[in-house]
């Protein structure tokens, strides 16, 4: 029998084994100073566009206020215990109903977290005999939650109307024989891609096929839509999402999250969530918080149109100069460039150190092989500066990737680790 750590001696898993070459660097890099478009990375000025505060309001002097005067009020303990238990406050009701009120629903229940929370309403809404269909680019916490599930469960191809429509005639087949129901699970705004999920089309679907619909648009709340709603209400079709989820760790630049729905569901859920009826609730400082964010959200249009100025003014810049930035039709704009993975360490190298630029890369497994992407994050907090001078980085690293300087400097690299 196996010393059950053998694994663990062995190698560090399909990321960590990648430790010695890219921790501190590529994976936990250590961002310094205050969060905001302008940061150091291991002392030098960098331009961040990996940070998802949309609406800058991370270090915004209000929110900053708001935070200091809540934990000078509380301290970081209050309330203890699970909601269900000894952590529920008026406080917490006034932010559910605030945030109902925003997406335009019946009523909402704040979550400690968002990964857990979305993982236990998955969990909550199916039993044995139900069928999930989700999108196969699908967020890890929603595949977290499906792992969860004792019955059946379909992908459809990503975004692919055709699929979808397979996999629901699928699934609600095998739901008449077991007596259960469908659930169709898709992001709001998928966070790699930039690309809004099909909620017109899902929607239309439910004319044909009897299934409900679970949207997580922890990119899409605060950014997307007339009023900041998400991206059903971008789509005009807020209404028929059963179940919305979102997270204040995005446009709201925080911690906890939440659903929404329609009241019965949203009373069945709060009594069903186990990551919520057996973990502490969400603190005082950050129900505070999340109510004054949700103010600016509410009060303050000009933030989200200064997010979309600079998201013009990117993902355009970008465009113009040639990049392929994919069907982004959100304000995550990802970069595709031809290239390998040493080619890729190289590249982004070159980006922090000789250009200030500080952006996310990701490749194989996550894309096909052979790709690199650039996922750039604009923020209200950008400039024009900022873009300008990331345009013309681009453009330089373009040019050092096609002539084969990386390529050079990566073999260099490798050749000088296998003779140390
Ligand atoms: C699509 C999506 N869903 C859920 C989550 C989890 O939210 P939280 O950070 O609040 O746990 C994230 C966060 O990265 C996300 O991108």
């Known amino acids: 029998m196996k010393d059950l750590f053998s694994k663990i001696y062995r190698d560090k898993g399909p990321l960590g084994k990648w430790a010695d070459q890219a921790e501190g660097y590529f994976v936990f890099p250590k961002l310094e100073g205050q969060i905001s478009n302008r940061m150091k990375f291991q002392g030098r000025d960098v331009i961040t566009w990996s940070i998802n505060d949309y609406l800058g309001l991370a270090n915004h002097p209000e929110v ?32 559910q109903n605030e945030l109902a009120d925003f997406v335009q629903k019946e009523s909402a229940y704040v979550l400690n ?8 309403t998955i969990d909550a809404l199916v039993g044995k005999d139900d069928v999930i269909v989700y999108d196969v680019d699908a967020h890890a916490c929603i595949i977290d939650g499906v792992r969860l599930h004792l019955g059946k469960r379909f992908t459809y191809k990503h975004n692919d109307m055709d699929s979808i429509e397979l996999n629901l005639a699928r699934a609600e087949k095998i739901a008449e024989q077991t007596g259960g129901g469908v659930l169709l699970i898709s992001e709001g705004v998928f966070g790699m891609r930039g690309e809004q999920g099909k909620l017109k089309e899902i929607v239309e679907l439910k004319k044909k096929y009897n299934f409900r619909l679970l949207v997580d648009d922890a990119h899409g709340f605060g950014t997307l839509g007339k009023t900041g709603a998400g991206a059903g209400e971008e789509q005009g079709v807020q209404n028929d999402i059963d179940v919305y989820f979102a997270t204040f760790a995005k446009s709201m630049a925080s911690t906890g999250a939440f659903i929404a729905g329609d009241q019965e569901v949203i009373d069945y859920l709060k009594y069903n969530l186990r990551s919520q009826m057996f973990a502490k609730s969400l603190q005082m400082t950050l129900v505070e918080g999340a109510l004054k964010r949700l103010e600016m959200l509410k009060t303050m249009p000009e933030l989200k149109n200064k997010l979309w100025e600079n998201v013009r003014a990117l993902q355009g810049g970008l465009k113009e100069r040639g990049f392929d930035i994919g069907t982004t039709t959100s304000c995550v704009t990802p970069v595709y460039l031809k290239g390998s993975i040493p080619e890729a360490m190289a590249l982004v190298k070159d980006l922090r150190e000789n250009h200030g630029i500080f952006c996310s890369i990701v490749v194989y497994p996550v894309i096909p092989k052979g790709l690199i992407l650039l996922r750039m994050i604009p923020t209200a907090t950008h400039t024009q500066e900022d873009i300008d001078e990331t345009l013309i980085a681009f453009s330089a690293i373009r040019e050092r990737l096609e002539n084969g300087t990386y390529k050079k400097l990566s073999a260099a690299i490798a050749k000088q680790q296998e003779q140390s």
């Open 113 to 120: 977290f968002g990964y857990q929370g979305i993982l236990s």
């Open 64 to 95: 900053r206020k708001v935070d200091a005067e809540a934990a000078e009020k509380y301290g970081s303990a209050y309330p203890m215990g699970a909601r269900m238990m000894s952590g529920h406050t008026d406080l917490h009701e006034r932010l």
